[in-house]
């Protein structure tokens, strides 16, 4: 059984007070919830003062972005030994918006993977096809492309301890969901090319979330889904109600 995990994507959202306020509405809304992995990643700013408030909680902390490198000249970067210390357990890398905004592409996502998992950082590692590639077909290739990309020499327990966020990027902040089906359609590709790429054992473990436009309104159906164990939420995750509700569905 995998345990269902819901991350909350804050994106360039909240000042530190803010951040902790949101986090404190939360905690109250989920502190008897221990089926679900829960997730919030705010804005590094505020990563040390939403890590003081979870303190004891049922919550853990993920960074949007990391470096691949420790340290060095390389102006407004923070890498993963840095995240690490202000205690992110797990960290966002190649959400589609670094991709299309930050020129990330699948060789820098999987330095940041590699980065991550030598500091003991579990990585959520994004992949998802733009309208006009899954329009004209080619969905599975690209999700294949930024799978196999990311995961370039990982051995079988690095990989173990990835999560993979398939987010439809014409779903994404647009108020259109993928139906459950083709939700469904593409986690159970993903999970085909990690059975092909390392064993059926690793792929049954992985957890495939799902996100885009996710609300409470269409979690459930969207969770019930065999190969969707959680998901990414974005828009939702700013309001403590909508995302309690939403990690409640996973369950
Ligand atoms: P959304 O964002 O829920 O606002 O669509 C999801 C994401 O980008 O992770």
Redesign the pocket.
């Known amino acids: 059984m995998r345990t269902p995990i819901i991350a909350g994507?804050w994106?360039l959202n909240k000042t530190v007070s803010e951040a902790v306020s949101l986090t404190i509405d939360l905690i109250k809304l989920v502190d008897k919830i221990s089926d679900v992995e829960i997730v919030i990643a705010p804005v590094f700013t505020a990563l040390s003062d939403v890590h003081d408030a979870i303190n004891g909680s049922n919550i853990q902390l993920a960074a949007q972005d990391v470096y691949w490198e420790d340290s060095g000249a390389f102006t407004g970067e923070v890498s993963a030994p840095m995240l690490k210390d202000v205690g992110c357990d797990y960290v966002i890398i190649g959400?589609?918006?670094r991709r299309q905004y930050f020129a990330e592409t699948n060789e820098s996502v999987n330095q940041k993977v590699k980065a991550a998992l030598s500091h003991d950082l579990k990585p959520i590692i994004?992949v998802g096809e733009l309208l006009e590639e899954r329009e004209a077909g080619k969905t599975e290739s690209v999700i294949e492309d930024h799978v196999k990309g990311a995961i370039v020499d990982l051995s079988v327990s690095e990989m173990e301890s990835c999560v993979i966020?398939y987010?439809p990027v014409w779903?994404?902040?647009?108020g259109k969901t993928a139906t459950p089906d083709q939700a469904q359609e593409v986690h159970n590709f993903i999970r085909n090319i990690l059975e092909d790429c390392y064993s059926d054992k690793l792929a049954s473990q992985i957890r495939i979330q799902y996100?885009?436009?996710?609300k409470p309104e269409n979690a459930e159906e969207l969770m019930s889904q065999p190969d969707v164990d959680g998901a990414?939420?974005?828009?939702?995750s700013l309001d403590a109600e909508s995302f309690a509700e939403i990690v409640k569905q996973s369950r």
């Not at 779903?171 to 647009?174: C, D, K, P, Q």
């Not at 996100?211 to 996710?214: A, D, I, M, N, Y």
């Not at 990414?232 to 939702?236: I, S, T």
């Open positions: 994507n994106k959400h589609s918006e994004c966020a987010e779903a994404i902040g647009t996100g885009g436009s996710v990414l939420v974005g828009g939702a």
